[in-house]
């Protein structure tokens, strides 16, 4: 899959890269190819909504990159994106921003846009997951999505993003309710966890997926739980 290594030995975490979700969706463990090599890959955070997601690659040894913040891009700079469109793998494509728009549902913007960065750099089928990067080799997204209908209008997600999920791990699941007897006002809510997150004194670090389901039991309740 297309991803980015966005941590290293001195950074937050170690042997991470970052992705799109809908790469990995519906998996737990992946194979990366560097070259010629095929790499384990675990997945320990991701955030649906935002279409990001980190994975932990204990076999790769490469230098990570910088994170450039949104805040940071100016409309009309030189950028390019790297990645493997219809599988031609390491394409290299240059471009502009075109826009930086507000996030998806913000009621500032007027452009109901998937990802804040818009780009004229070249992104098609299987870009997903690369990286958009600016002339100093710094990270400034991840090459998301392109309208279909519409000419060097393409996508990506923002390294704030990424800095979300290195600090604070996977956004809770949805709490899910169902009634435990014929009582409608007795409710049993389970929570279902995948990830652990430690705070270390070098910072904090996403661990190893694990799996763990709470059960949580209400009385009293009399009306139905979104």
Not at 191 to 204: H, K, R, T
Request: aromatic share 6%; hydrophobic share 40%; charged share 20%.
């Amino acid at each position: 899959i297309r991803a980015v290594l966005v941590t290293g030995e001195t950074g937050v975490g170690k042997d991470l890269v970052a992705t799109n979700h809908h790469v990995v969706e519906g998996y737990e463990e992946v194979t990366l190819h560097q070259g010629e090599r095929s790499l384990q890959a675990i997945v320990v955070a991701v955030n649906a909504k935002r279409d990001v997601a980190l994975l932990r690659v204990p076999d790769l040894k490469r230098p990570a990159v910088r994170l450039r913040p949104l805040g940071s891009l100016r409309v009309g700079e030189r950028v390019y994106a790297l990645g493997s469109p219809h599988r031609l793998e390491a394409t290299f494509s240059e471009g502009i921003i075109s826009a930086v728009r507000n996030e998806k549902g913000d009621s500032r913007s007027r452009v109901d846009a998937p990802f804040p960065i818009q780009t004229t750099a070249a992104i098609s089928p299987g870009s997903s997951g690369g990286g958009l990067f600016d002339d100093r080799g710094r990270l400034v997204g991840l090459t998301s999505a392109f309208h279909p209908k519409a000419q060097n209008v393409n996508w990506a997600a923002p390294t704030d993003w990424i800095g979300e999920l290195l600090a604070n791990g996977s956004p809770p699941p949805p709490m899910t309710a169902t009634p435990r007897s014929a009582d409608a006002s007795r409710l049993r809510c389970s929570l279902v966890s995948n990830e652990v997150v430690a705070d270390f004194p070098s910072g904090i670090q996403v661990l190893q997926r694990t799996s763990a389901v709470g059960d949580w039991y209400f009385t009293g309740v009399g009306r139905e739980i979104a």
